[in-house]
């Protein structure tokens, strides 16, 4: 409908690029008239290597159960218009729009560094998020593989790991899940922001479908690996009305337990997804943005621990309530596996450093 067909920009959640607040001098458009040469508004993506000097990061927020993450990808392919991590992205020089989803870093000795992190002697057993920032399983992971590789240095040590992801591709490595599954390290959360195709194509470009990643939870789920779906994040206005279904769909294919945030616009993030809700929803603009606002003391943004991610207020008490009663009727007395902690060996892994 709508707003594809009226100017949205297909393949990409960010219509521009916004200003990185990091740069003293930026480009304007003022009279495009002017301009010989027609502007680029749909780049091609384009890749870069960095080297960093560790991959395992501790996570500080008190809102988050894992205390640590590692990320192979910065900058995310999927175009997801509301992802808090456009905002890191500009630490590099990139702008939270359009770069994010079209300018890629890419840690290639992320495999090697985890490895070395594990080998350490001060490293103790800890579950660690991979893609706590962008999709570990986003395109490029195709012909990577670095994720596949730190799952196979995981799983030669013994630790735990739980994956967040949007991509189907995550079933190309059900060989290594399965068996981190019979030891109990691993979870797999799939990401299921709504069923309705039409809101993921503009939401999401640039993921796997809403059925698809349906599927996905049905064979990892026969293939014993133990799944969380993430109903994330709930847009009021938008797409808070299908909780239940999500949830009734992901229980009935598998999904052990099932988990939410509200969305909130910290940052860049404000202005890029309230150009794209002006375009790709005119008709729901004030609706969706006075929502958002009653969930955040009447702010887009929320920095508040405890309360940036489920909300306040009567519309996120609201969908609290849809959200534990789903949960009631659905997965009542399902639950995740705990991850074992007492199988790490750093004797086995420390082979895996003669792979790299």
């Not at 995310?76 to 218009?81: D, L």
């Not at 799952?151 to 079933?171: G, Q, Y």
């Not at 797409?239 to 940052?267: C, F, H």
Request: with cysteine.
């Amino acid at each position: 409908m709508s707003g594809i067909d009226k100017g949205i920009i297909k393949g990409r959640g960010a219509q521009y690029n916004s200003v990185n607040p990091y740069d003293k001098q930026y480009h304007v458009v003022e009279h495009i008239e002017g301009i010989d040469e027609p502007m680029e508004t749909n780049p091609v993506t384009k890749f870069f290597e960095d080297f960093p000097k560790k991959i395992i990061n501790k996570v500080e927020s008190p809102d988050l159960g894992l205390m640590y993450s590692m990320n192979p990808y910065q900058g995310c392919e999927h175009g997801c218009i509301y992802c808090y991590a456009r905002n890191s992205h500009q630490y590099w020089g990139f702008s939270a729009g359009m770069d994010f989803e079209s300018r890629i870093i890419i840690k290639k000795n992320a495999p090697t560094l985890l490895s070395q992190q594990l080998s350490h002697k001060n490293w103790e057993p800890h579950p660690i998020m991979l893609s706590g920032n962008t999709d570990c399983y986003q395109p490029i992971e195709r012909k990577l593989k670095l994720t596949r590789r730190m799952l196979e240095v995981l799983l030669s040590f013994r630790n735990p790991v739980s994956i967040i992801t949007k991509n189907s591709l995550v079933l190309r490595d059900i060989d290594i899940l399965r068996e981190m599954a019979s030891m109990n390290l691993v979870h797999v959360n799939i990401s299921i922001a709504s069923l309705n195709e039409e809101i993921r194509q503009k939401l999401e470009p640039r993921t796997a479908t809403y059925a698809q990643r349906l599927k996905v939870i049905e064979h990892l789920s026969k293939a014993s690996v133990p799944v969380n779906v993430m109903v994330a994040p709930v847009i009021p206005g938008l797409t808070n009305y299908e909780i239940p279904e999500i949830i009734k769909q992901a229980a009935d294919r598998g999904a052990l337990s099932a988990a939410y945030t509200i969305v909130r616009l910290n940052g860049s993030i404000a202005e890029i997804f309230t150009d794209w809700l002006k375009k790709a929803y005119p008709d729901r603009f004030s609706k969706v943005l006075n929502l958002i606002k009653q969930c955040h003391g009447g702010q887009l943004n929320d920095s508040r621990f405890g309360r940036r991610i489920m909300g306040e207020g009567n519309i996120a008490a609201s969908i609290a309530d849809i959200f534990h009663a789903a949960i009631n009727k659905y997965m009542n007395g399902k639950q995740m596996p705990a991850f074992n902690l007492q199988s790490f060996n750093r004797e086995t892994g420390k082979g895996q450093l003669n792979l790299f």
